[in-house]
């Protein structure tokens, strides 16, 4: 594969997390994604905020053999970043404001955050339907991430739920992954996985061109 070339408006801090930038679409299964599971189609968009995070958003509506959208499934949204120490250039809480100075001004900067296996750590806050909201950490090496949650809110009402992990990765220019859910007993079983294409690049769905 040929490596991305960043572009020079990109936080700098989200250049491990570039890879993932754009909007992609796709299909999956539900389960294990054996022959027989649920099949799902599948919007998500990874954006630029300008910030030093990434905006996510997820769209997913079940649908027949065929890819044809049956009805809605589910919406996420959330924010990712590199897990770092909190400076003054960064944002909150709520609206209070940064300094105008990023904490890292260069892609060689961040690059000093990097494990000795040339992975970064990094953060997701993920919110779907059902008053469920989870904290995510986990670990980003090239075009392939790991996360497990730390932290699962529920509302009163909510599903129980007690935690998850997910696994992203690049592989010939599309975007695969996986997402387990932990049972009652602590196991980690299947519970849905897709493979999604690109639909817009980075530029594209940033909020700097959008604006």
Do not use: C
């Amino acid at each position: 594969m040929a490596p991305m070339e960043l572009p020079t408006d990109l936080t700098p801090e989200l250049a491990p997390l570039y890879w993932l930038l754009g909007s992609w679409r796709g299909q999956g299964r539900l389960g294990s994604g054996e022959q027989d599971d649920p099949i799902f189609t599948q919007d998500v968009t990874f954006r630029d905020t300008g910030l030093e995070f990434v905006e996510y958003r997820a769209e997913t509506w079940l649908a027949d053999e065929a890819g044809a959208r049956l009805r809605p499934l589910s919406v996420e949204t959330g924010f990712w970043s590199l897990d770092r120490a909190r400076t003054d250039a960064d944002v909150g809480p709520g609206l209070d404001p940064a300094d105008v100075v990023p904490a890292y001004k260069s892609a060689a900067e961040v690059d000093r955050l990097a494990e000795q296996d040339g992975s970064f750590a990094i953060t997701a806050t993920i919110t779907h339907p059902g008053s469920i909201s989870e904290l995510y950490y986990g670990k980003i090496k090239g075009p392939q991430l790991q996360l497990a949650t730390d932290a699962v809110m529920r509302g009163e009402h909510a599903a129980e739920y007690p935690g998850a992990s997910r696994m992203f990765g690049l592989v010939n220019s599309q975007l695969f992954w996986r997402w387990d859910l932990r049972a009652a007993d602590g196991e980690m079983v299947p519970h849905a996985s897709a493979i999604l294409d690109r639909t817009a690049s980075a530029e594209e769905v940033s909020a700097k061109s959008t604006a």
